[in-house]
């Protein structure tokens, strides 16, 4: 899966990898709270922080790969999924605040299941020429 | 931090506020979809472009709608969410029936096949959340 990273794109590779697993986890881990009627615990907002830390390292990257003159190939696209993705979990942060009952783990969840989409979605508009 | 015991009958609130969460994501997805639609290609498929445009406006309406939830704000959502059912099934049907129509994907496109189905569960969704929340139904 890594192994892309050698082909030149800054948003597939290990950091990639690990945003994709972690927002999985948060979202599986959200989804047995939710089940068990619980309110998003310090757990959830912890894997959201980290995974919103991850997010911005991944934009950082693409960010240093076009300051090095490598292009995205629909930069439009892939410009509108890097804002859209790193405002993803302070979105469910917020949202899971407002509602602290089993509905904000649901929160949690939802905006875990989508976020690993736009990743994959943000690799694919980066890879239509540069790939 | 653990289990509040409200079980309120708000618009806004518990199962409501994940119906809104679900309404800013796909706000944000067809906003920006048609942005970059109708900035970048928009003489190549004008009639699907200004769907994905409309398709926009009302997640991003009936979001507010449901998040204020008061009078008014029931009624744009009931509104809201009646013209995205009747619109994704349209779209769904005329994209299947002909796909000249609509030459390039929109939010509606095949039923909202390209985004899991949930476009066209997301407004039954809404409509029976907000029959459940309506102010005069009987408290159990």
Known sequence: MTSAAAAGSPVDGILATAAIVLSLVVAAWALVAALRHRAPDRLQFVGLAVLEVALLALAVLALVALGEGVR?????????????????????WVLARMEPTRWGSAIVCAVCLVTPVVVVRLQQTWEVIGG | MAETQ???????????????AVYILFAIAATSRAGLQIATKFDQAPVAYLLSAVAALIYIVAAVGLARAGHAGRR?????????????????????ADR?????????????????????????????????????????
């Open chain 2, 100 to 140: 000249a129509l609509f030459p390039d994907e929109t939010v509606w496109s095949g039923f909202g096949s390209g985004y899991g189905y949930i476009p066209l569960v997301l407004p039954i969704l809404g409509l029976y959340w907000l029959w459940r929340t309506r102010p005069d139904a009987s408290r159990p």
């Open chain 1, 72 to 92: 995205p190939g629909e930069p439009g696209a892939f410009f509108g999924y890097l804002v859209t993705l790193v405002c993803l979990p302070p979105l469910a």
């Open chain 2, 6 to 20: 409200v079980p309120e009958r708000t618009t806004n609130r518990g199962p409501g506020r994940l119906l809104i």
């Open chain 2, 76 to 96: 744009v959502a009931l509104a809201c969410c009646s013209v995205e059912l009747v619109g994704v099934v349209a779209v769904g049907i005329l994209s299947l």
